[in-house]
């Protein structure tokens, strides 16, 4: 069940806790934008701070991968964004997969388990999209990168949505008996992913490798991946150490891959 307040400043704020509280450097939310990583985007190019977070209630032109959209109907969801700027670029790989935990944390909190997380960025329930993390990095000269990670989070969706073509649910669904407060779980979020972001290049992806495989939703599944114009059969063998996806093949030699959109029957 949903409370439908709208998102507030200071009723986020209130949630936060102090640790969360001191890696912000400025807090928006707006009640309508074309996408918040754009938003954010942009900002970097002003040499906006680490900690600079933004949500809003609608999107009229949210980033899903690979180019896609993602729909963003107004109120009900997560639209949010945060920045945060890296010593190095180099030492981002796996930032997504770690994120990933992050928001599967925040739903366990909330008393919501059957959540799991599909390779490389999407968080699923019972074969179906429940959110999506989206990290977009622009590199420096001097070996620096600033990275904006985005994250959309399905709370109340309507039965059918033109424009999403794979299949979508959402928390009123999944834990139909958890009442949610979105000022509370937008709290919860910036709470769990801050410090993750902040102590990344410290910690790196092995910090989180076994918590993301045991919350794994594709291993030991047969799946097509698309990498590409390229559609690769097999079944996912898990992450590597690096992150990278494993895939036995039919002849059962096991092949890795840094990126690729996956498509399996649940």
């Known amino acids: 069940m949903l409370n439908d307040l ?6 986020v704020s209130s949630h936060l806790t102090a640790t969360a509280s001191a890696l912000i450097s400025e807090l928006e939310i707006f009640p309508c934008i074309d996408s918040t990583n754009s938003y954010l985007m942009a900002r970097v190019q002003n040499d906006a701070p680490s900690g ?7 999107q009229t032109a949210g980033k899903g991968r690979r180019g896609r959209q993602w729909i963003s109907p107004q109120g009900q969801n997560i639209y949010g964004s945060f920045l945060w700027q890296f010593e190095s670029a180099a030492q981002l790989s796996g930032l997504s997969l770690a994120i990933g935990v992050g928001v599967i944390r925040v739903l366990q909190q909330q008393g919501i388990s059957n959540v799991g997380l599909k390779w490389p960025n999407d968080i ?8 999506g993390i989206l990290i977009e990095v622009t590199s420096h000269s001097d070996g620096s990168a600033s990275a904006v990670v985005g994250l959309g989070l399905n709370l109340d969706l309507p039965v059918e949505i033109e424009g ?12 139909p008996n ?4 979105r000022n ?3 709290a919860q979020l910036l709470n769990e992913l801050l410090p993750i972001a902040a102590t990344f290049e410290q910690h790196g992806l092995n910090a989180y490798l076994d918590e993301w495989r045991s919350y794994d ?5 047969q799946a097509t991946l698309f990498v590409g114009s ?3 059969q097999g079944c996912v063998q898990g992450i590597d150490e690096n992150g990278l996806l494993r895939l036995q093949r039919e002849d059962g030699t096991i092949q890795t891959f840094a990126s690729g959109e996956v498509s399996f029957s649940a």
């Open 178 to 181: 958890v009442t949610l407060q």
């Open 6 to 11: 709208s998102l507030n400043t200071s009723v």
């Open 230 to 232: 390229q559609q690769l």
């Open 164 to 175: 999403i073509t794979q299949a979508y649910t959402d928390l009123k669904h999944v834990a």
């Open 124 to 131: 699923y329930s019972d074969g179906k999209k429940l959110g």
């Open 217 to 221: 939703c594709l291993v030991g599944k």
């Open 52 to 58: 600079c977070v933004c949500f809003s209630e609608e």
């Open 184 to 186: 509370h779980v937008a």
